[in-house]
């Protein structure tokens, strides 16, 4: 037995089954769905901005600079001590913006007013001439910064909650570095 093709009547195929009005609605509708859909996922993983409001990291970023976030940029070279990074801070549920001093292993002292990382001065040219680095909670003890941690600290020493306050930070609560 052998099938052969037969029209169908009142039924057709292809192009025509679907108003040309009613087809361009469709499209429109996808093309917004994926650009929203890109848009979200560039913004989470890729890159995103912020509005700094805090001074702990003047005179580098000050109160109301807008700074773009680079999310990707880390997974594929890491963060550097001297790095400005964002940090995502889960118990105020609030975005931090502060400069990396210590990486995994690192042993960091505040001692006479300075920082020092593996027994060397750290140089930290970024800073107003001057500026003093104390803790009264670290009072010149040697911290060695935790497994796939990091220290951080902010650039206005005086008004900073940072690393002498709460400890290391987690690299996954770092959202990205902010690019300059």
Not at 66 to 86: E, Q, S, T
Not at 90 to 100: T, W, Y
């Amino acid at each position: 037995m052998g099938f052969q093709k037969q029209p169908l009547a009142g039924v057709r195929l292809g192009q025509g089954a679907i108003k040309p009005e009613t087809r361009r609605g469709y499209i429109l509708l996808c093309v917004a769905l994926w650009s929203a859909i890109t848009c979200l996922f560039v913004q989470h993983f890729i890159l995103t901005t912020v509005m700094i409001q805090g001074k702990s990291m003047m005179p580098t970023l000050k109160p109301g600079d807008g700074c773009v976030v680079n999310c990707w940029l880390p997974r594929f070279r890491g963060y550097h001590r001297g790095d400005i990074v964002v940090i995502r801070d889960p118990v105020k549920a609030e975005f931090m913006a502060k400069r990396i001093i210590g990486l995994a292993g690192d042993r960091v002292q505040l001692r006479g007013g300075s920082v020092y990382v593996n027994g060397r001065l750290s140089p930290e040219s970024y800073l107003d001439p001057g500026t003093q680095t104390y803790s009264r909670q670290l009072r010149e003890r040697v911290i060695t910064v935790g497994v796939n941690s990091y220290f951080v600290m902010g650039d206005n020493r005086a008004e900073s909650e940072d690393s002498r306050y709460f400890g290391d930070i987690d690299r996954e609560d770092l959202v990205g570095l902010i690019a300059r």
